[in-house]
């Protein structure tokens, strides 16, 4: 299929080549934009002027009883002996 072009090198719009062409982008870009994945859901943590979690909340409270917990298990007994015979 030679689709004709302009003296400036274009292709040429009033040919039916070129209207089938676009009418197969259209549809393309519809296909695509329909399955197109979701876009991911933002947190809804709330947080300080300086972008840090706000530990006032229920969601920071929680967030620091985990810390604290992953805190404590790291020096716990048995993974200072892992640590100590690497």
Known sequence: MAVKTTAS???D???KEYKELKER???A???KAKSSTPKKQTSTLKKTASG???KRTKE???ICERMAKARKSKN???NRLKRLFK
């Open 29 to 31: 870009r519809a296909a």
């Open 52 to 54: 840090k979690v706000d």
């Open 76 to 78: 716990s007994l048995v």
């Open 25 to 27: 982008l259209v549809k």
């Open 60 to 62: 920071g409270k929680a």
């Open 13 to 15: 719009k009033r040919t």
């Open 9 to 11: 090198g274009k292709m």
